[in-house]
Every structure is written in C-alpha cells, then in structure tokens.
C-alpha cells in the first residue's frame, strides 16, 4: 500500500473516532440537561451537587494539599536531616534547599526551624532566632509539643510579618526519632482565597471551609455571610458533621428556595469542605454546564484528532526504529547496516571520496561476565556505545556487530584519516573509568574500502586487523 492510501484510511479511521467520540459528548450532555431540568431537586442533591463536590475535592488535593505533601517530604528529606545532624555549619546550603523547594513548587514560603540553636532558616536566610514569650514564635513550641506530624496554621509571616500566610509546619526527626526541628512551606492567605473564590466562580457555588464544631475556618473573599448565615447556624448544632458528610448531606428552605448543603471532610486538614447551592440558579448553570460540555467535547475531538495522527505516524516511525536498532546499546544493527552500506557506497562513487571502517573489540570481556555478571556487561556495552558516540562525527555511523563488538562506518575518510580517529577510540575508552570504576580497553582493526572491493572483502580484512591488534597485546589500532 503507497503513503498516500495509508494516509487516506488512516484520515478516515481518525475522522470516524473523533466525530463518535464529539457525537457521545453531545448526547451524554443534551441527556444530562434535560433529566436534570425536569428533576431540579433531587438532580441538585443525589447529582449535580455531589458530582461538583468531587471536582472540588480533586481540585483541592491538586492546589491546597500538595503543600502537606512538600512538608513531608522536606521533613523526610535525608540532606536536611543530615545537615542538622552534622551542626548546621553551612548556613547557605540549607538556605538554597529551602530556594530550590520554593521555587520548584511556588509555595510562598520555605522554612527551617532548628530545636537545637532555635534558628529560622527561610529562603531568603537566617532570619531570627525563636525565642518563647513572642507571639510570633508561639507557633513552634506548640508544634514541638504537638501529638501530630504535623499541623495547618493561619499565622503572620516571619519573613513578612505585616502578611497572614496559610502554614503547614512539620515535625523533623532524626533516624532515632528524637524532634530536632520544625519546617515546611507557606501559601499567602490571599492565594488561598483567590483559589477558593475560582471553585466558587467555575462551580457557581458557596465554596468554604469549617471545623468540627461548624465554625468558619476558611473562604474566599466571595464568601456571602449573609447567604450563608443559617447554613452555618445548622452546622455549629449539629452534633456530628462526620456522619452529615457520610450522607447526602441536607437541604432546607428558606424563603422562597431551597438550599442544598453537601459536606466533605478533609483529613489532611481535619475540617469540611462546604459546597452550597440554592435551586434558584440552577436551570442557568445547567444550561452553562450543557455549552461548556459540548465545548469540551469539541475541543476534546480536537485533541484526539490531532494525538491520534501523530500516534499513529510515531508509531509507524518506532516500528522502523525498532526493526533497524540494537535495543540494549542504541546503535544500528547489521541489517541497517547493509542499507547504510549500500548508500555510503554509491555516495563514494558520486564524490568520488574514501570510505573506511573501524571495527572495535572490547578486550578481555568475557572475564567481566564471567566474574561480574552479565547486567554488569549489558551495561559495559551501553556504556561503551555512548563513549563511542559522543567523540564520533555527525556522518559516522555505529552498528553494534556482535557480542562486544562494534563496527563504525566512516564517510569521506581516508586510511590514515581513520587511523587517527581509531586511536582517539581507543585512547578515549582507556582513560574512561566506566561505571563501578571499572577500566577498560579496546582493540581496533582499520581498513579503507578499495575501488570495486566487495563487502565480504572489506569486512573480512578489517576483522584480520583486529585479530592482529589482539595478537600483539591488545588496547591498539592496526591497519589493514
């Protein structure tokens, strides 16, 4: 079959998923829009709400609980213990630990507090030495005292102590599990409820947070107390939210509407996250819902349509990669070889240029196998094959042409063009210390393709000089 019918049933095959798969978007949307329109209440509580919730969670665990999980890796990590442990004598090797953290995760802040020299290691440097009896510092000797890990803090900023910041401090231990410090990462306050205002905006809902007690503990600056002030009276009666959260939650009526309440407890947090609706504004965020759907089933198409034409071209490209390639070193293998022969060939007689070849030989192989295993030698030959291609031209070409052997074409080169290139192969391999400080050596047989000599011939007087480099004491070139 010619390129241009594959391309055509391959348009074809990828026009039919795409519109099957735009098609299902819009039914699945259109059904979900008008069950949902008959059936506003129950849609409200038994789907659209919980359903909402869910994106919500999720986003939360994306935006707000990835700094628990950067705290605990910082207080896991095996460089800042050590570091406490060894007398923090490098003050700026943590303070770029604590850079590095920050910027790698645009937290607002990275910090370190030692339990030994009380120090407050930030971003940015040593900062202060904490001592009791200031408010500012009540934050580390609670976390000291604490029963938990680890804890969420809405403090001032020791860095910046004019700004509120959303904290989550740390415990360290070191490997005897004795506390040896606090640290962990910030966010403002303000990218805290900016976040919270975008779920309140992109789900057209009340978005906030309360503890177990029902009292408020976090929203965004589109929080409306008035339109939330009886929900939050229902919660702080409430005597167990955990089991509210287990159900579907509750609905009441006020005034002329309904209000529908669903809760999710956030362990990491130990409170609730709060999702509330009222049914007054639900027919337009249905019909919200049904545009963007069809718009992300259109752009979705999209994606699937441009992703499967170039899966499906990439996967013909692996196909010949695979068939072509030694899979353990990355070099050619014999078959592709021959092709790349044959053009190098008819290229030497169009320019009337040399072609020559070096075949290599790593000495004394078969003893790393025999003593060290043969992963060790899988990896001696990768090794080796990425020595070989980092001091080759862009127009040579390596095959990997058995066990330890390879074979490297040279295009427009002469004999002694190739000899000069073989003995840097050879004097690169012997000063290179490979991995588990092994040294190794090569053997290297050279020969120039003469005008009308048959491959055979060529290849057969090059395997000659190798043996005569290993007859006369290996790690040398000889020409053939």
Known sequence: MNNSATRGYRAKFISIVTLLILAGFIVNSLASYYTAYNSVSSHIRDDTLPLSSDNIYSEIQRDLLSPIFISSMMAQDTFLRD????????????VKYLKGVQDRYQSETAFFVSEKTRRYYHS???????????????????????????????????????????????????????????????????????????????????????????????????FDYDVSNETLKILQKDPSLEQLAASKGLDYSEGNHKVYVNLRYIPEFDWFLVIEE??????????????????????????????????????QKRL?????????????????????FERYVALKKRKQSALSGIILDIDWFK????????????RLIREV???????????????????????????????????????????????HTFEGGKNM?????VAELAPNQTQNDWLQKMDNALYKAKANGRNRVELA
């Not at 570091?83 to 943590?94: C, F, P, Q, Y």
């Not at 994606?303 to 499906?312: E, H, Q, Y």
């Open 278 to 315: 009222r049914d007054v504004m639900q027919k337009q965020v249905l019909y919200q819902s049904l545009a963007l759907n069809i718009s992300l089933g259109v752009v979705v198409s999209v994606i699937v349509l441009i992703l499967s034409w170039f899966t499906l071209s990439g996967y």
């Open 83 to 94: 570091w406490v442990l060894d007398g923090e004598v490098d003050a700026s090797a943590l």
């Open 124 to 222: 940015s440097g040593v900062l202060a030495t904490v001592e009791k009896g200031k408010a500012i510092n009540e934050w580390y000797f609670r976390v000291a005292q604490m029963d938990d890990t680890y804890e969420i803090n809405v403090d001032h900023d020791t860095a910046n102590p004019s700004e509120i910041s959303v904290f989550i401090n740390y415990k360290v231990f070191d490997y005897q599990q004795n506390f040896i410090g606090a640290t962990g990462v910030g966010l403002s306050l303000s990218e805290v409820e900016a976040l919270i205002d975008s779920y309140s905006s992109k789900y057209h809902r009340q978005v906030y947070f309360v503890d177990r007690s029902g009292e408020l503990t976090l929203r965004g600056q589109l």
């Open 367 to 378: 003893q790393v196998n025999d003593q060290h295993g043969h992963l060790v030698g899988d």
């Open 320 to 340: 010949e990669i695979m068939a072509t390639t030694d899979k353990l070193s990355g070099a050619l293998n014999r078959h592709s070889f021959d092709l790349i």
């Open 441 to 445: 050596t090569a053997s290297l047989g």
């Open 385 to 431: 094959a990425d020595v070989l291609r980092a001091e080759m031209r862009d127009s040579d070409v390596i095959c990997r042409w058995g066990g330890e052997e390879y074979l490297i074409l040279l295009a427009d080169c002469d004999i002694a063009s190739a000899e000069k290139i073989a003995n840097n192969f050879c004097q690169t391999i012997a000063h």
